[in-house]
């Protein structure tokens, strides 16, 4: 089985920072890619930042300058430090990991963390 945790959304003020946090854990053979996704109400879910593990890094338009990707290999972990925030960034923001696990380790799957409010306010 494998999880997928995130933490540290919360409300910021228009202009702070705030760093959310995504680690995979269970039965991990190898993982491929970790990114993150949001999603505003009455929005399709949206890609911000993707790290393929050993390669390339994306982030997106509307983030760029402002959000910065990272990964800990050794501890299964991505995140995402935003600053500059503005309120068009309030959203729910998932975590996306795409793996091969221990039990099919053959095949690449995706897994989907709960989601962590991010909320821009004054």
């Known amino acids: 089985q494998v999880h997928i945790v995130e933490s540290g959304g919360g409300l910021v003020q228009p202009g702070g920072s705030l760093r959310v946090s995504c680690t995979a854990s269970g039965n991990i053979a190898k993982i491929q890619d970790m990114g993150w996704y949001r999603q505003a109400p009455g929005e399709e879910r949206e890609l911000v930042a993707r790290f393929r593990v050993g390669g390339s890094v994306y982030v997106g338009d509307s983030v760029k300058g402002r959000f910065t990707v990272s990964l800990d290999n050794d501890k299964n972990t991505i995140f995402l430090q935003m600053k500059l925030l503005k309120p068009e960034d309030t959203a729910v923001y998932y975590c996306?990991?795409?793996?091969?696990?221990?039990?099919?380790?053959?095949?690449?799957?995706?897994?989907w963390g709960q989601g962590t409010q991010v909320t821009v306010s004054s």
């Open positions: 996306n990991v795409a793996l091969f696990s221990l039990e099919s380790p053959g095949i690449l799957a995706e897994y």
